[in-house]
């Protein structure tokens, strides 16, 4: 896959490791004849200075924070070769772990990094990772080994199309692995070995992975939205036809069997809901096409 590859390296303070990254990269890069590019961005220390003094980096200066994703985005729209590899400017992965993943891209749309057990996890972030996993894995009906890693390959072409749906944070491999899925492209996962990282996470759990959350939703909404209004429409019905049941057949108030008003609006409630799932189903579909005919 010579001169068909970009490394897209998004930084923000990265000044522990960023340099210690890149040098440790560059051998393989050269070797393939990949291209490196770090998106630094607004870096308050000297993490573009430092990525500039490596030779063969080149790096794309964000005039003020725009998020790990704005960074992603800007690589790939940037690049210029078939496909794009995403890869974390901590120095938490490894050059031989990229040359795995590239190796197996012929038939996939993305290859992600799956982490095991040896890699270096904080464990803080486990519950919140395992809480995102469960509703990914129902959004999509599939069991999604590593939902965020950061190391991944994509064909270009694929995810350029899919750009505005994905957003400006934290959330971009989240939401990406969600969105390739849904639109049936072609994803599989690598085992990888992540080091610990160099410095310090700009991740605050709480606010990126509530947000992450509602993105999963958003996208859900997009791309199958039926998943979210069927069983919502379903459990209002059945929610509305138990009450008559309970309060207006076996325990009226009145003593005599009654028609709830209040059993009415929550069944018709849920009829509405399916039918306007349905539309919006509609509406997601030719999205869909649009989207695939941007790829083609």
Known sequence: MQNSLTIIIPAYNEEQGIRETLETLLPTAQKYKWKLCVINDASTDRTGELAGQVPGVEVIHHPYNKG?????????????????????????????DLETLVGRMDSYDMLVGKRGKTSHQDWVRKPGKWMLGKIANYLTERKIPDLNSGLRVARRKAILPLLPLFPNGFSFSTTSTIAFMNMGLNIDYVPIVVNRRVGTSSVKQLKHGSQTILLMLRLIVLFNPLKVFLPTSLSLVALGILYEILFGILFPASGVITFLPMSFIIIISGILIFFFGLVVDQISELRKQQVTLKMD
């Open 68 to 96: 790990y994703g704005a960074g992603l985005k800007t690589g790939i729209k940037a690049a210029k070769t078939e496909y794009v590899a995403f890869y974390d400017a901590d120095g938490q992965h490894r050059p031989e």
